[in-house]
Each structure stands twice: as structure tokens, then as C-alpha cells.
């Protein structure tokens, strides 16, 4: 017996699938997750290796300069390479530290370096004739003190546009900057790229860091790509071609008669119709010279109203 639904029933069946179907969680659509804006991006795996290859060699010109200026064993290693904000980089730094500002041309813009002061001190016990010791409590550096940190920083600087020379970029020491004049060079949400160097001398180890802008590091790493990418893709896309042009290039071949003997007078003698005999025989091979080196030894042979060469061997060297 076939059982029947009054409307009743009918709508209350409806009206339990539409709350069922309001309760599941959508599924349909594409993700989503949080972004800040804010914070820099990542370098790419092929930019960290160029910036760090590119920075291992201005740490070896440092381990060579700095140990002669000190005369010292004397050892710069890179650390690390970053992109960070300029609020992240001030705020990893020690709190009593020395600053200072670089000036990197053409762009006009202004670079940040960092010396850590537990190393700074040893090496300012250098530069004065000590035997470089460790510190036990580091404060601030006097106006002294500065102005000889001030030297090691301008050889920093020279060594790291000595390095950057590729890129167009030029850097020069500027001044040393307080904490509060530092966060003024750029703004906190300014992206920085930050290499970190570790310096060392026979007792004591430290942290160099330095910052720079946005369009500094922007304009270093497009220099890097370009060298490093589509260059060496182009060369490699050009080679056959220009090997299918340099077939078609001529040069001149030429048989002759190498090593013969001819007296002076023979040569005064010589006039219009003279026959000038030469002790070579007839059956002996010539040699074939192709854009003047010579290349093999060959025998003048006629095809048709041609003349030509036939070569018997290779010559060496």
C-alpha cells in the first residue's frame, strides 16, 4: 500500500535538507591565507648564491687588507644574506655598538654598517700597539676610539665597492652615526638587504653587518641576473650560428716550396722570360698554407683545366 505525504509533511522535509545544507562548511573556492605586506620578500635561491659568491670574495680581500693594516692574523668569513626591514635589522643589533653611515653612488642612496664594539675594542688595542685583548665590559667609544674605527670602516668600504665596482655602484664612508640618527636614514618598513660578516683575530671574534636600501640592492641584483642568466643563454643560442658563418668565411690557400736555397746572384740576374731553377725534383711533396700557417704536405696535382693539391700528410706543430 503505496504510503502518501500531505503539504505538511513535504515542507518539513524541505525545510530539514536546507538546514543541513546551511550548516556544512564551503568547500569550494580557493584558499586563502594571510599576507603581509609589509615584510620583504624572500631572495630566490639563485640570488642568495650570486650576492653570497659575490661577498666570499670581498671577504678574501678583507682577510688579505685588514691583516696587513692590523698585522695581525686576520679573518673575514661571510655569515649570512638577508632581506629584512630596516626595523628588523636595528632591532637584531647590540645595544651599545659603532655605526656609521655609507654614501653609494650614483643612486644617492645611504648604506648602514654595524661593528660590534666586544670586537672593536681589541682591534683599536691593536692599532695602538697592543696585543689586541678581549674586553670585559663593553661601552661607548670616545671620540678617540671612533676616528680610529672610522679607518677600519673606510677600508671595509673601499674593499665593498672595490666589489660592487661590476654592478656601477661606487660606496664611500660617510660618518658614524648615533642609534637615534641611524633610524632616521631609512624608514622601518624600508627593504634592506643585509650581509652579515664575521671578522676575527688571533683572540677575539665579532659581527660586521651591513644594510642597504631597496634601490641599492635592487639594482645590484638585476646586474647579477643579467650577468649571470641571459647572457650566458644568449651565448649559448648563438654559438651554431656563428659557426655556420664562420664555415663560410674564406681564406687563402697556397702550395709552395719551402727550404729551397737561392744564391744572391741568381736573383740580380733574374729578368723578364728567366728561368730560375731550384733543387727540389719535381716529384717532390709542397706544402699547403692556409692563411699562412702550414697545415699539410701535398702533391700539385690537374683535374680538367684545374689545378689543385693532393694532400699525402699532416704536418705537426
Known amino acids: 500500500m503505496e504510503k502518501l505525504l500531505d503539504q505538511q509533511q513535504i515542507d518539513a522535509m524541505v525545510r530539514a535538507a536546507r538546514g543541513q545544507l546551511e550548516s556544512r562548511p564551503a568547500s569550494a573556492g580557493p584558499a586563502v591565507t594571510d599576507c603581509d605586506l609589509r615584510h620583504p620578500t624572500h631572495l630566490t635561491k639563485d640570488q642568495l648564491r650570486m650576492v653570497t659568491s659575490l661577498h666570499d670574495a670581498v671577504s678574501r680581500n678583507l682577510t688579505h687588507s685588514l691583516g696587513a693594516y692590523l698585522r695581525v692574523g686576520f679573518e673575514a668569513n661571510v655569515v649570512s644574506v638577508e632581506q629584512l626591514t630596516y626595523a628588523e635589522f636595528l632591532g637584531r643589533l647590540p645595544d651599545v655598538s659603532y655605526l656609521c653611515s655609507l654614501n653609494v653612488s650614483p643612486v644617492s642612496a645611504v648604506a648602514v654598517a654595524q661593528l660590534d664594539l666586544q670586537l672593536g675594542f681589541p682591534i683599536i688595542d691593536l692599532l695602538l700597539g697592543g696585543q689586541g685583548q678581549p674586553v670585559g665590559e663593553v661601552r661607548e667609544a670616545t671620540e678617540i676610539e671612533e676616528e680610529l674605527l672610522a679607518g677600519i670602516m673606510k677600508n671595509v ?145 690537374r683535374t680538367a683545366r684545374q689545378r689543385g693539391a693532393q694532400l699525402q700528410s699532416r704536418v705537426l706543430g
Open 157 to 301: 668600504t673601499r674593499e665593498l665597492s672595490a666589489g660592487w665596482a661590476n654592478a656601477g655602484l661606487e660606496m664611500a664612508f660617510d660618518e658614524r652615526q648615533l642609534p637615534a640618527s641611524a633610524q632616521r636614514l631609512m624608514r622601518p618598513s624600508e627593504k634592506t638587504l643585509v650581509i652579515s660578516f664575521e671578522f676575527q683575530i688571533p683572540q677575539v671574534r665579532g659581527m660586521m653587518n651591513v644594510a642597504f636600501p631597496a634601490v641599492v640592492a635592487g639594482t645590484l641584483l638585476r646586474k647579477l641576473a643579467s650577468e649571470n642568466g641571459p647572457r650566458a643563454k644568449t651565448h649559448a643560442q648563438r654559438d651554431p650560428r656563428l659557426r655556420e658563418l664562420l664555415l663560410d668565411c674564406e681564406f687563402p690557400l697556397r702550395l709552395e716550396i719551402c727550404g729551397v736555397p737561392v744564391k744572391l746572384r741568381q736573383l740580380l740576374s733574374l729578368a723578364p722570360g728567366s728561368v730560375l731553377s731550384f733543387d727540389h725534383a719535381v716529384g717532390d711533396a709542397v706544402v699547403a698554407s692556409l692563411a699562412n700557417v702550414t697545415w699539410f704536405r701535398a702533391q700539385p696535382v
